[in-house]
């Protein structure tokens, strides 16, 4: 099943703080996060291994919970280049990537 | 990082006919690589895992003799669309994995199929 992302889409003034969620209903090996402009592929942002860690990239962050299989993707200081939708990827040991139903994310200035 | 090509970008085509895509890895091998197919205002969805040298797998509801998929080489898969019809334009995209990486699927650029 397709793990659940919250919310579907938010709408963010240039400078504030974003978290996005990814749920899922199957045990995690990994979770991957994506971000995508429209029209193009996505574009990967981190990968995060089962173990609970955290893991940062300028200012975007996100953390894994092995055990409730969620993940979460922190987004402070938003920018303008940030907006997209961002999709989470959960493999569960079999190399095979399951993405997220999505969060649309629209910084304004 | 590794890069993943894909061709062509666009294609359009007419209903009843068939259409490949290319899908190649530049600067590294991959024996396995990853077919999506990814409609507007949707996710991703996994069509079909490409294998070097033997069979791909498709996931449930995914028609093998209608989307032919050949992994003729380590740097080269290959999609084909035959007899496409409307409802299969989408956007198609594939992947692959760096073998030894850290676990990073690499994408490529994607293609446009329009289906009149």
């Known amino acids: 099943?397709?793990?659940?992302?919250?919310?579907?889409?938010?709408?963010?003034?240039?400078g504030e703080d974003a978290v996005i969620n990814c749920s899922s209903s199957k045990a995690l090996y990994s979770v991957h996060w994506y971000r995508q402009k429209h029209g193009e592929a996505p574009v990967f942002l981190m990968i995060l291994l089962k173990g609970g860690e955290q893991k940062g990239h300028e200012k975007i962050s996100a953390?894994?919970?092995?055990?409730?299989q969620q993940s979460?993707?922190?987004?402070?200081?938003?920018?303008?280049?940030?907006?997209?939708?961002y999709f989470c990827g959960t493999e569960?040991?079999?190399?095979?990537?399951?993405?997220?139903t999505g969060t649309r994310l629209t910084i304004i200035p | 990082g590794a890069v993943v090509s894909q061709?062509?970008?666009?294609?359009?085509?007419?209903?009843?006919?068939s259409v490949k895509i290319?899908?190649?890895s530049l600067d590294f091998q991959a024996t396995t690589m990853f077919w999506y197919r990814q409609f507007p205002k949707q996710s991703l969805m996994l069509m079909a895992t490409s294998n070097e040298g033997s069979k791909a797998t498709y996931e449930q509801g995914v028609e093998k003799d209608k989307f032919l998929i050949n992994h003729a080489s380590l740097t080269l898969s290959t999609l084909t669309v035959t007899s496409a019809h409307p409802e299969d334009s989408?956007?198609?995209?594939?992947?692959?994995?760096?073998?030894?990486?850290?676990?990073?699927?690499?994408?490529?650029?994607?293609?446009r199929l329009t289906v009149l």
């Open chain 2, 7 to 17: 061709h062509p970008s666009r294609v359009i085509c007419k209903s009843g006919t």
């Open chain 1, 72 to 85: 979460s993707l922190y987004l402070t200081a938003s920018q303008l280049s940030y907006s997209g939708t």
């Open chain 1, 1 to 14: 099943q397709q793990p659940v992302q919250s919310p579907q889409a938010v709408i963010l003034r240039e």
């Open chain 1, 63 to 68: 953390s894994f919970n092995e055990k409730k």
């Open chain 2, 22 to 24: 290319e899908c190649r």
């Open chain 1, 92 to 100: 569960g040991g079999n190399e095979k990537l399951t993405f997220g």
């Open chain 2, 90 to 111: 989408s956007f198609y995209i594939c992947s692959a994995w760096v073998a030894g990486g850290p676990g990073e699927q690499f994408f490529g650029p994607g293609t």
